[in-house]
């Protein structure tokens, strides 16, 4: 915060203005030639004498920053034409400035700079300034009271420290910068790379053998399961290598890269060196904490272009988005912390609290506090709506927050906003998109059945959409007309799959009364009564009625709904590439298994459902009977590592594995195709992909 800077006149008055002054472009600090002082020369002049008064004017300027308000703006007119202020600066720049400063840099900072405002213009030009001194000055300004009436000098000494001050703080704000674009890009660029590199024909083999090591968790089997008491969900080996990366930039770039004038040299915005350095690691949290907004709201986007161009799954940039969300907070604590105790340390804390400065970062702060404590698993599971509204609102408070903050302080000279505009641009396209995808669809009238007392059946006509991996996200404005925005995914199946096909010779045909038996079978179940609205083109979504949204539906005729879809949820490339495709599921979650079933030759279905939801399967009878290698057991659970085993033992190469369903379940195939993977290196590869979706 470095407006910090401005109350340090108090006791420099007669050696130093403070702040920054108004650019003619924003950017990053030291990035593509962006520099807040050139010359540095010209700059440490006007602040030798921008604390004066002058004979126009009483109002000492804080550093310069005169577009603030009314009265700012009359000392810019005041000093576009108060020659002893244009000549005192002229004769300093013209006896400290070298003589490798060029005229035009120092003719481009006198016209857009030297009176405080770009869009006043000096009554006089540099050249024409100094021409207009007749005798050499030889009155020195000093003093607090001091009116500049006459031309006058600065002292060598003076001059030097000033534009040392200004110099090591650039530095500083450049490191901010580059340290800052460094975690950014790696973060952005991290996916890209590692999805691109196993692309690359000599790392076939090596992924395929790194690959089991990076499935497993690293903490026992946990990870679509939460740990105990709910206190989230635990990544696995190779998500944490990339948050150990993230974590590692944030930690060295905050400890590195500092350099101080104290104690070798008087640094004339702060008292001493504990200041001058509390000074510079505030600023870097603060700009370490903006960088990783882009990627942060990215990560949590539903169209996230990395979606596109990586094979990382939405529920992998879910999680990694939660851990930068949690570096992020902690940037921002550590900045306010420091803001605090600096403050207090120099004496300037109880008159700047009620500065918008100070405010907007509170409330900067407080929103971003609010959204980690909200977003704890245990709210996020149990009261999904209340987690989802306090989400956006704290977001849009916080950004909001952010924004006033910097602006308070330098007006966007510093370029902490190129940031946040990189932010806003990522979360507006995501919203448009999600409105443009709506659009497109348009307004559909679904059809609702009851499959149970627990699932229920949605038919909406019209898209065609099959692509395995996919999903869409369905609003029923109507259910719950104060929530209208209430959205869920769901996994896409094709009505038409479910109109019924031969069955494939060589199935076993089971009763109903074989379902109910609680023992592991191997079924093709019965064709189920052909649904009416099969006959159409368009999607079939199976519901589990929960708490929300769901719980509202009924069976009726005409629901209003919207599909914004269809969205990637889980590459599916490399497990269509295999050799032998699994496709395991439990209980409903076999609706994201089916869009696969006719996209590779050699597939095999598993599924395990409790005896309750046996009218599920009777309810998918038609798709399922498509299917010649299946097992489905109902009231037992799957023998995860023995049919993973047996299928190993086959002779396959490469083995693709695609799992929908509890979260136990899912812990339980990645455990063992990890396991599998190590054991059977060289011999049986594993391609693993897990169809959950988290929060």
């Known amino acids: 915060m470095k407006y910090v800077l401005l109350l340090a006149l108090s006791w420099a008055t007669s050696v130093v203005a ?132 006459m031309t006058m000098v600065t002292t060598y000494t003076t001059w030097k420290l000033t534009q040392d001050t ?52 690293i903490i026992g089997t946990y990870h679509d399961r939460p740990l105990p008491f709910l206190i989230g969900n635990v990544p696995t080996l190779g ?86 969300a949690r570096l992020f907070l902690i940037q921002t604590l550590l900045h306010s912390i420091l803001s605090l105790v600096l403050y207090q340390d120099d004496g300037y804390y109880s008159s700047t609290v009620d500065t918008p400065l100070w405010y907007w970062g509170c409330v900067g702060t407080i929103a971003a506090v609010i959204i980690i404590l909200t977003s704890f698993l245990v709210i996020r599971q149990r009261a999904y709506e209340l987690f989802l509204v306090t989400h956006i609102v704290m977001a849009v408070v916080c950004l909001v927050g952010c924004w006033y903050h910097v602006w308070a302080d330098d007006e966007g000279d510093f370029g902490y906003e190129t940031f946040l505009y990189a932010t806003f641009a990522v979360w507006g396209f995501d919203r448009l998109a999600r409105v443009g995808r709506i659009l497109k669809t348009g307004v559909k009238r679904a059809v609702v059945t009851d499959v149970s007392d627990t699932i229920a059946r949605i038919d909406v006509p019209g898209p065609r959409w099959s692509s395995p991996g996919q999903c869409v996200y369905v609003y029923f404005p109507t259910l719950h007309p104060f929530r209208p925005w209430e959205n869920h995914p769901f996994s896409i199946i094709p009505t038409a799959a479910l109109t019924g096909r031969p069955s494939n010779d060589g199935a076993v045909p089971t009763t109903l009364g074989d ?42 005729n005409e629901l209003v709904t919207l599909l914004e879809s269809p969205y990637p949820c889980n590459p599916t490339k490399e497990v269509l590439q295999s050799d032998r495709l699994l496709l395991i599921g439990g209980g409903i979650g076999i609706t994201g298994l089916l869009a696969f079933v006719h996209c590779h030759p050699t597939v095999k279905l598993y599924h395990s459902v409790k005896a309750d939801d046996v ?72 391609e693993l992909e897990v169809d959950t979706f988290g929060w």
Not at 41 to 66: D, E, M, N, V
Not at 522 to 547: D, E, I, M, Y
Request: net charge positive.
């Open 18 to 149: 403070t702040g920054p002054l108004p650019v003619t472009r924003s950017g990053l600090a030291g990035v593509a030639g962006f520099t807040f002082y050139n010359p540095y020369c010209g700059h440490g002049c006007f602040r030798s004498f921008s604390p004066y008064k002058l004979q126009c004017s009483s109002t000492i300027s804080a550093g310069g920053l005169t577009t603030a308000d009314a009265i700012a703006h009359e000392l810019a007119r005041c000093r576009a034409s108060d020659f002893p202020y244009l000549s005192s600066i002229a004769w300093c720049i013209h006896t400290f400035c070298p003589e490798k400063v060029r005229a035009s840099t120092i003719e481009k900072f006198w016209e857009t700079q030297i009176t405080g405002d770009a869009k006043v213009l000096p009554k006089w030009s540099y050249g024409e300034t100094l021409a207009n001194i007749t005798n050499p000055p030889t009155v020195v300004a000093s003093g607090e009271d001091l009116v500049l009436n």
């Open 166 to 217: 200004l110099i090591y703080f650039f530095r500083e704000s450049a490191r901010e910068s580059y340290y800052g674009l460094a975690i950014l890009l790696t973060a952005f660029g991290l996916p890209l790379v590692l999805t691109w590199f196993g692309y690359l024909p000599f790392m076939t083999g090596l992924t395929d053998r790194i690959k089991p090591w990076l499935y497993q968790s």
């Open 239 to 324: 998500q944490s290598g990339y948050i150990a990366v993230i974590v590692i930039l944030n930690i060295v770039f905050l400890t590195i890269g500092y350099e101080t004038l104290w104690p070798n040299e008087e640094m004339q915005w702060y008292k001493n060196h504990y200041q001058e350095l509390m000074a510079y690691w505030m600023w870097r949290t603060g700009a370490l904490a903006f960088c990783q907004l882009p990627v942060l709201f990215l990560f949590s986007s539903r169209n996230n272009i990395l979606l596109w161009l990586t094979n990382w799954s939405h529920s992998t940039y879910m999680l990694l988005h939660r851990w930068i």
């Open 515 to 556: 379902l109910e038996k609680n023992r592991p079978i191997t079924v093709t179940p019965r064709p189920s009564t052909q649904h009416g609205a099969n006959k159409n083109s368009g999607l079939t979504l199976f519901v589990r009625k929960k708490v929300g949204m769901t719980r509202f539906l009924k069976p009726r």
């Open 615 to 686: 009218c599920l399967v009777e309810a998918l009878a038609s798709l399922l009977d498509q299917i010649r290698d299946k097992e489905i057991v109902v009231g037992q659970r799957l023998d995860i590592s023995g049919l993973l085993q047996d299928q190993a033992d086959l002779g396959y190469s490469k083995i693709g594995v695609v799992v929908c369903g509890p979260p136990g379940m899912c812990d339980d195939v990645r455990a063992v195709v990890a396991r599998l993977g190590r054991e059977k290196s060289g011999r049986c590869s594993f």
